[in-house]
């Protein structure tokens, strides 16, 4: 599903050309319904007839993202255990279904090197959006050497890159938490991106390609990824992390 960026004078023509090129979007004078606009040196995605859902944007800079990165308790975390981060710092990590990009950028903060994987455009020129931010702050000066953005369907990244240490997982689930983020996000996700309805698809071929493991993210309530029961999981606070281990770290 491909949106429309509204013009606006604040937005550079060139950068809007080129998102326009990358993630095959249309510049349009009016839009309507789900549509990405231009707000403070920011590409957000917003809904014309709901001024109250608030815009999402991928900021690694500050917000959620930051606090995490500074106070998300690092290697201690249910991810980083998962992924083996706990073990070993420089890790190449496949993030097969990014999204907004914020446990590949716990990764990448922690010393792994991530690919980005997103296939829906919009989804995709948030991110590049959100790297293009990044890169300029002093503190994420790591950023751009360890996260990586490659707009693509998973299954064909999973089938063509290169071999990595871990591929992760985390494809969209219907949640059952009725906090308001939760609700605006997810509303957004499934009007916009809808489900992974190929989600059990990815397994496979994730096994192939991971040197040393693949790692599933899942609600705490969902059933094993393609019926397939891990080596073992790590529990996080509000998700579980389903880990099939190829090889030690």
Not at 68 to 74: Q, V, Y
Not at 176 to 185: G, P, Q
Not at 201 to 226: E, N
Request: hydrophobic share 45%; with cysteine.
């Amino acid at each position: 599903m491909a949106l429309s960026i509204l013009a606006s004078s604040l937005l550079d023509a060139d950068y809007a050309a080129s998102l326009c090129q990358q993630f095959g979007l249309t510049l349009a004078d009016e839009v309507s319904g789900w549509h990405l606009a231009w707000h403070n040196d920011a590409l957000v995605l917003r809904n014309a007839e709901l001024p109250k859902q608030g815009d999402i944007v991928v900021d690694f800079a500050s917000g959620a993202a930051s606090y995490r990165r500074l106070h998300g308790g690092g290697k201690g975390e249910a991810i980083a255990k998962a992924c083996g981060l706990n073990k070993k710092r420089e890790l190449t990590v496949l993030d097969a279904t990014a999204g907004l990009g914020r446990d590949a950028f716990v990764l990448a903060s922690l010393g792994a090197s991530v690919t980005l994987v997103e296939r829906n455009p919009v989804v995709a020129a948030l991110l590049y959006d959100g790297l293009r931010r990044g890169c300029n702050i002093t503190e994420l000066h790591w950023l751009a050497k360890r996260m990586t953005l490659l707009h693509s369907p998973g299954i064909d990244a999973l089938q063509q890159h290169p071999t990595v240490d871990v591929v992760y997982l985390d494809p969209m689930f219907p949640p059952r938490d009725k906090t308001a983020l939760v609700k605006k996000e997810m509303r957004a996700f499934h009007d916009v991106v809808g489900s992974d309805t190929d989600a059990d698809a990815l397994l496979a071929p994730a096994l192939k390609l991971a040197q040393k493991r693949v790692v599933v993210k899942r609600p705490g309530y969902a059933d094993f990824l393609a019926g397939q029961a891990p080596t073992m999981s790590v529990t996080g606070k509000n998700n579980r992390f389903d880990v099939y281990i190829n090889a030690a770290i």
